[in-house]
């Protein structure tokens, strides 16, 4: 059963970093194009970027609200993905999700909570 | 970026009416489309994916059709479980901005 779970959500202040963390299970991690979304308290879901799989070049897309303060990259020995933020503003706080569509529909985990607050 | 529009942006119903929301692609996904149900405090559930597979678990009175730009989700008789808030979503990970379905 393929399984996501994320961690590394709290409080930031504002200007600050964090990294998320999702451990990925029950499929091939290294070839699964994986994306990170979010939902701001009260608004819609947002697409945030996504990693193409290694087999595809592995390259890695923001949204334009994040992009040059974002990073996303997996690690294959340990079956996780990463989103690094930095510069973290208000706008940031909000329930991040990792996801995949690897086995042909849509995979969600549980999601983790960013505050970015002072 | 393909982005998707959803409408209508509110819609209000009684239990027991057939429900239909539209979602627009800017561009051709073919069936690439999954519909999810959200409730406040709740992550999303997904209902629909491939524009039409009814995803296990979800109740038969929800529905999927459409390919290239155009889908609808149906809900054939709206069930008091069933107020909440709907999203698409395409491949690209790219969401409608939400139809909200209120008790009239």
């Known amino acids: 059963e393929v399984h996501l779970v994320e961690s590394g959500g709290g409080l930031v202040e504002p200007g600050g970093s964090l990294r998320l963390s999702c451990a990925a299970s029950?499929?091939?991690?290294?070839?699964?194009?994986m994306s990170w979304v979010r939902q701001a308290p009260g608004k819609g879901l947002e697409w945030v970027g996504r990693i193409e799989g290694k087999s595809d070049g592995g390259a890695t897309h923001y949204a334009a609200p994040v992009r040059g303060r974002s990073t996303i990259s997996r690690d294959t020995s340990q079956n996780t993905l990463y989103l690094e933020m930095n510069s973290l503003k208000s706008e940031d706080t909000a329930v991040y999700y990792c996801?995949?569509?690897?086995?042909?529909?849509?995979?969600w985990g549980q999601g983790t909570m960013v505050t970015v607050s002072s | 970026d393909i982005q998707m529009t959803q409408s209508p942006s509110t819609l209000s119903a009684s239990v027991g009416d057939r429900v239909t929301i539209t979602c627009r692609a800017t561009e051709n996904i073919s069936k690439w489309l999954a519909w999810y149900q959200q409730k406040p405090g709740k992550a999303p559930k997904l209902l629909i994916y491939k524009a039409s597979s009814l995803e296990s678990g979800v109740p038969s009175r929800f529905s999927g059709s459409g390919s290239g730009t155009e889908f609808t989700l149906t809900i054939s008789s709206l069930q008091p479980d069933d107020f909440a808030t709907y999203y698409c979503?395409?491949?690209?990970?790219?969401f409608g901005h939400g139809t909200k379905v209120e008790i009239k």
């Open positions: 996801t995949t569509d690897v086995t042909g529909s849509p995979i």
């Open positions: 029950g499929f091939v991690f290294s070839d699964a194009w």
């Open positions: 979503q395409n491949q690209e990970w790219q």
